[in-house]
C-alpha cells in the first residue's frame, strides 16, 4: 500500500512539474509576460498543488501536507491581493491570516479522516488567527498608519485605550475582589 501512496505523489509532482515547465515554454515561445498582478500565481499555483495532493493521498501523510499546501497557497493570494492594490504594507498584520488558512486545512483533514481533535485543533487556529488578524488590522491601520481611526485629540486614545485595558485586566483577575478581603 505504501509503494502505492509513494507512485501516487511521484505522479502529482510529475503533472506538476511538466504542467509547469509546459507553462514558461509558451510563455516563453510567445514572448508572454507575466504581468506585474500575476506573478503570485507562482506561489499559489505549489501550494493549491500540494493541497490536491494532499486532499486525494489517503493515509497519515497527507495530514502534514495540508496545512502546509494551505499556507503556501494562502501566502500567494495574500500577496495576490496585495499586487493588486499595491498595499504591501499591509503584511504587517496580514500574516495572521496563515494561521487561520492552517486551521481551515486541519479542520478539513479532521472531518474528512473523523478525527475530531484534529479538527478541534483546526478550529481553534482559525478563531485564533482571525482575532489576531482583526486586532493587528485594527491596530496597524488605525494607530500605525492612521488610515481608519482617528487618534485624535492630541494623541490621547492610545494611551485610554490602553489604560481602560488594563483595568479590564485587572477587573478580571479579581484584584479588587481580594482587597476587600
Not at 49 to 66: D, K, N, Q
Not at 86 to 91: D, L, M, N, T
Not at 149 to 171: D, K, Q, T, Y
Request: hydrophobic residues 55%; charged residues 10%; positive net charge.
Amino acid at each position: 500500500m505504501r509503494a502505492v501512496e509513494t507512485r501516487h505523489g511521484e505522479q502529482w509532482l510529475a503533472a506538476a512539474l511538466i504542467g509547469g515547465g509546459a507553462l514558461l515554454l509558451v510563455l516563453r515561445l510567445f514572448d508572454w509576460r507575466i504581468g506585474d498582478h500575476l506573478w503570485p500565481f507562482f506561489v499559489i499555483v505549489p501550494g493549491v498543488v500540494v493541497l490536491a495532493i494532499s486532499a486525494t493521498t489517503p493515509g497519515r501523510e497527507s495530514r502534514f501536507l495540508a496545512p502546509a499546501g494551505a499556507v503556501v497557497a494562502g501566502t500567494g493570494v495574500i500577496l495576490l491581493a496585495q499586487a493588486l492594490t499595491g498595499y504591501f504594507q499591509s503584511w504587517a498584520y496580514a500574516w495572521t491570516l496563515l494561521p487561520v488558512c492552517a486551521g481551515a486545512a486541519l479542520m478539513f483533514v479532521g472531518r474528512r479522516d473523523a478525527d475530531p481533535a484534529t479538527a478541534a485543533a483546526g478550529s481553534r487556529l482559525v478563531k485564533g488567527g482571525a482575532l489576531l488578524f482583526v486586532c493587528f488590522a485594527v491596530a496597524f491601520e488605525g494607530l500605525i498608519f492612521h488610515r481608519y481611526l482617528s487618534l485624535g485629540a492630541g494623541g490621547l486614545v492610545l494611551p485610554i485605550v490602553l489604560i481602560a485595558a488594563g483595568v479590564v485586566v485587572l477587573l478580571r483577575g479579581g484584584l479588587f475582589t481580594n482587597l476587600r478581603d
